[in-house]
DNA sequence: GATGAATGAGAATTCATTCAT
DNA sequence: AATGAATGAATTCTCATTCAT
């Protein structure tokens, strides 16, 4: 049902196709999607041609970094998800999420994609993620953690822009820690 | 007040002026800082040699628009100071900015940056909102309305991640509002 | 009914068009459409940006050169079906259409497009010429001067397929001369 | 006869080899040359490396379609030049060559390339034709069959526009009878 | 021998900026 | 001053060919 018979991959090709994954992330989110692909491949120590057999398109390549960093979400989320009380289940996430998505402005937008549009690639990491940020936001509320007021939209809006500001404040761990006092103490009933 | 003895500019030059910048907001807002400069100029009905004329550079037409975004927001904020209590005045303030910072993403996050580095021209309009808020800020938690924690970097911050919420939400006004209250509320000594 | 409004276009920009028009017609023709764009550009003497700009696309300009040629031809056709006998005007404008439709191969196909698909600025000055020809053949047809049973369609795999031929004979004049000669005793009826 | 001591290749080379060349037949024939190698290699179930190492380079394996050709069609003349009167012999073999060459313009220029420059291994093959086509356009012209005044080179140009002529017309069969009467008429003596 | 991943020199096209008109 | 044509560096993507597996 997910499509094409995955060959094995050389060995090379993985590692090339890894370091290209790696870079790019790391490009894309410190210095934002208009740093050209020649200068990608450089940084992984391939030519062009290698990094467009991998990724037949920058936006591929973008969709593929945001393809993983949905994936770990998920996977962070659905750990969470399992192991931890309904409160502690959403406010963990929500910082699961928040930190995970910061990154240069112009990248994280990307994520806000999820909530909206994104190509066919994305759509279903997408999804995926939404459906468990539904059913944590539902847990979390039953049990009187968050107001009952919100819907996934406004969460969604609220993780985007929650990871704006933590993108402001670097990696100053007491002011983000206040920061994010500031939203968790939002979120709870009055 | 500053610096240069500036030409009172012909009429039609000042007409020219004006309405480039309004074209540049609108456009940049709406469609993000990648529109071609030669667009902009011709959605204002002038060459482009016009264009380059006023704004030496595609980003002091870029700072230009941000000026005047900046000097709204002060005039309003500093009304807002004038006219009501603390409390009020604070969030007042807080919803014009977030409001008038709102747009495509992209080119928000450029104001983004004026809590940070930024150009000479920006530099004093970002300074004179910036003492603005302090004050607010400080006004505000004398009277106990805000948390006594928070600093003008963390309101800063703030500021700016509640603008990305508003732009994921659109004119969806019963949601912007139901992030208003999780946000003020936030704010909120507990 | 025919399109937008034309600028009298400035004094240096028409000049540029025009050489751009004369070197990309000689250098399709001796060298094939092959040839990068960047050294088209070099040769009419401007930057590639110019020749971008008065052709927005490659094919643009290979379209451009095909109705130049189109029209010299349509308007040498019409003056031969003006001034001619019916079978003098045909063999005239069968002359006419295969010289100025020689040059490299790849190129010369081109012009069995007129025949065939064809872009949309293509399509108007082959349908004019496509109904000079048919009325040339219908014409010399009813004088006797050539066979009954061929049709346009004939008529132009004729023309292109003497295009060709010419083609390798160059500048043979002599052997040019026989090889129309047969194929002007083959157009006759038996 | 012709140099290299060529060893005898692995059945299963062979078999690749020979694929290759059917299916670059096929390809170039239908598509162009412009097709990717890459392609070729896939269409004929096998790797680029494989097919660069059966033909050193693209043109080389063009190369090899033509000779293929060629011999094919000297073959066939040969058969016709044996069996058949000297007209007879003479106008089968201008529809064999026709017909053989035919197919995606482009290509079939380079067919006519044969008869001016062309790659060492084209020009044996390509010899041996002009050889049997001088033979068979004496004989044809002995016998009255044909004009006496063209000569092998008018006969190649012939036969390549023909080729065009015939390209253009496609399947349809009646047309192209009707051109082939046109052509043989004229290359009777009047 | 076969494979297909890697390479990198182009090629077409865009766009900020300059400058002749 | 205004105009818009010209410029050319920069960017994305392709493809013949090489080479490690």
Known sequence: MSGA?????RADAARNRAKLLAVATEVFTTRGVGV?????????????????RHFPTKEALLSAV???RLETIAAETARLA?????????????????????????????LAAA????HAPLQESSMVIQAQLA????GAQQVGAVRPDLGLLELIALLV???????????????????FDVVFDGLRPR
């Open 5 to 9: 018979q995955e060959r094995p991959l």
């Open 36 to 52: 050209p692909t020649e200068e990608i491949a450089q940084a992984a120590g391939v030519g062009v041609g290698t990094l467009f």
């Open 66 to 68: 945001m393809v993983r």
């Open 82 to 110: 399992a192991e931890a009380e309904p409160a502690d289940a959403f406010f963990g996430c929500f910082r699961v999420v928040v930190d995970q998505s910061s990154g240069k402005s112009e990248f994280t937008q990307a």
């Open 115 to 118: 909530g909206v549009d994104a």
């Open 135 to 138: 059913d944590l936001l539902a």
């Open 161 to 179: 822009g929650t990871s704006t500001m933590m993108d402001h404040l670097g990696t100053d761990a007491p002011a983000r820690e206040r920061v």
